[in-house]
């Protein structure tokens, strides 16, 4: 493998379970789902030896808190790969067998019914509200456009009350990534809002050697006539906003059931008191996420603990024209005793935006 992974070679996987170790770990299924996702994770132990286990909920259910660790005998060295909160535990007290799930800690934030209204502020501002009310480290990117009022009026743009789309504090964050085009979620108990190409990440390159299997996507488009809408209707101005990115590309394949004009494929999106730059630029970010994900890769390699959402992976001597820069948009670890440890990872091709100038190279 190459130096930029810590590969396990003599995997062993414990928990911390409300401060209580737990070396039992007999199956682990861990999802690192990138932005605006959760990351997800199943642990199956062993309660044998243990007694009655002190995180198993008894009459009054407390929240568990939840550390994993992958550790390799043979150097003795060990890595956290995921902290969080349990979501539900289901224990068998025949086999002695106990079955966690949970997620990382933006399961504060998604189950937050703090109630709020957020006039005359940035992005970044309430973005750091949040964080610091919930007692994150903010790893979070100024912006400075005035999101939270409406033409730098009182009017409340964003809200979060029972009569606010908005339900929870994640989904005010998420839609204020969007907004921003910025990446969201926790690592640990660090709170990240901030755009991809400010990330700090590793740069590696996998041979075929290296890989266990792999499956490259390529989405076939039926029309070489797209185009991505976006309607608004502005109260302010009083008017309808519009704009609209064509996407048309030249087709060389004739049409075999010459089935005549071909009409195209027109994706709306309508959203209420835009402005006309924010009407544009929706289109064109939408646009272009569709153009970047129209390829996929996904990969298997031997289960390591340093790929992350978001890393750069270049994959040499495939040929076929895909030979590129990917980027890492979700890495799945999986450990069982039939199965030993293993990585799943789905990449799209990585945006010309994010370039080694502002990645942290690993492996020469």
């Not at 969007?178 to 979620?185: Q, R, V």
């Not at 939408?286 to 994959?315: C, H, K």
């Amino acid at each position: 493998m190459p130096d930029g992974l810590t590969t396990v070679r003599t995997p062993r996987v414990s928990a911390c379970l409300n401060d209580v170790t737990v070396d039992s770990v007999m199956r682990l299924d861990v999802n690192l789902s990138g932005s605006r996702k959760s990351s997800r994770f199943e642990l199956t132990v062993s309660t044998l030896g243990l007694g009655v286990p002190l995180w198993l909920p008894q009459s009054s259910p407390a929240p568990i808190t939840v550390s994993i660790s992958v550790s390799d005998a043979d150097d003795d060295t060990s890595c956290c790969i995921l902290e969080g909160l349990a979501d539900s535990v289901a224990f068998d007290p025949i086999n002695q067998v106990a079955r966690i799930e949970g997620r990382d800690y933006s399961a504060v934030l998604v189950s937050s019914s703090f109630q709020g209204s957020y006039c005359n502020q940035t992005s970044s501002e309430i973005a750091n509200q949040i964080a610091n009310r919930h007692g994150f480290t903010p790893t979070i990117t100024t912006t400075s456009m005035l999101v939270g009022s409406y033409q730098n009026d009182d009017h409340n743009q964003v809200l979060l009350n029972a009569h606010s789309h908005v339900l929870s504090e994640w989904d005010l964050l998420s839609e204020l990534a969007t907004k921003e085009g910025f990446e969201l979620f926790v690592t640990g108990t660090n709170l990240v809002f901030a755009p991809v190409a400010s990330l700090q990440v590793n740069y590696v390159t996998l041979a075929l050697s290296d890989i266990k299997s792999i499956r490259l996507h390529q989405e076939c488009s039926l029309s070489g006539q797209n185009t991505v809408t976006v309607k608004s209707w502005n109260s302010w101005l009083g008017q309808a906003l519009y704009y609209a990115d064509d996407q048309t590309t030249d087709q060389s394949v004739t049409n075999p059931l010459a089935l005549g004009c071909d009409a195209g494929i027109e994706i709306a999106l309508v959203k209420p008191n835009l402005t006309s730059q924010s009407v544009q630029k929706i289109a064109q970010d939408y646009a272009a996420r569709l153009q970047q994900q129209s390829t996929s890769v996904e990969i298997v390699i031997p289960g390591e603990v340093s790929l992350q959402p978001f890393d750069i992976v270049s994959i040499m001597g495939i040929g076929y024209g895909f030979e590129s820069d990917y980027l890492v948009r979700s890495v799945r670890r999986q450990f069982s005793p039939t199965a030993g440890f293993v990585d799943f990872i789905r990449g799209i091709p990585a945006s010309s935006s994010i370039t080694p100038s502002n990645t942290s190279l690993s492996n020469g």
